[in-house]
Each structure stands twice: as C-alpha cells, then as structure tokens.
C-alpha cells in the first residue's frame, strides 16, 4: 500500500507564498505522475498541476505564472510552490500519484491540506 501525506498548508495573506510538500511511502517500484488537485467549499476539486516522471508540466490556467510544481524522485515527494496567492485559491489541495507498487499499479490520494488566503 502507498500512502501520500502532504504538508504545508496553512493561513496566508493576498499577495503572499506557500509551499506545498506530497511525500510518498510504501512498497514504491515507480511512480508515474503526480499531481495536486484543489477543491474549493461547494465546488468539484479540480486539476491544479501535474508532473510527469521525466519533468514534464502543466498547469492550470488559474495558476500559470503563479504557482510551480516539481518532484524529487529520490524522495518520491513532490512540491507545489505557490506565489501571488489569491483568495479564490482557498481550497484543500490534495495530493495524487499513480505508479507501480512492489506487486500491483497503485493509484493514491493525500489527506488533503487547508490552504487560505485572506487578509
């Protein structure tokens, strides 16, 4: 079983810089991409970032120019690093990769963590 804790969540002003950090545990052989996702109060989570095993992103155009995603293979984590947050980037982002486990393809998701931004 893989897990994904994330980490680095938190209260930010308008203007101001988070962190995100996914790191991944278990029987791990690979992991293909690895994404954030973020869902607002009364909305449908939606596709934030994605990276792919050799680097490759994309990004949503809400947060093109703002927000950067990237991952450490060695540590099987990976980062969102967001600047210029907005209020309407309060959501629970989330975590989530899909790979191969030690017998099996596994597809898993982070608890989720708060991130609000507000004055």
């Known amino acids: 079983q893989v897990q994904l804790v994330e980490s680095g969540g938190g209260l930010v002003q308008p203007g101001g810089s988070l962190r995100l950090s996914c790191a991944a545990s278990?029987?791990?052989?690979?992991?293909?991409?690895m994404n954030w996702y973020r869902q607002a109060p009364g909305k449908q989570r939606e596709l934030v970032a994605t990276?792919?095993?050799?680097?490759?992103?994309n990004y949503a155009d809400s947060v093109k120019g703002r927000f950067t995603i990237s991952r450490d293979n060695a540590k099987n984590t990976v980062y969102l690093q967001m600047h210029s947050l907005k209020p309407e980037d309060t959501a629970v982002y989330y975590c989530n990769a899909a790979g191969r486990g030690s017998d099996s393809a596994f597809g898993s998701w982070g608890q989720g963590t708060q991130v609000t931004v507000s004055s």
């Open positions: 990276i792919t095993n050799i680097g490759i992103t």
């Open positions: 278990g029987s791990i052989f690979s992991i293909n991409d």
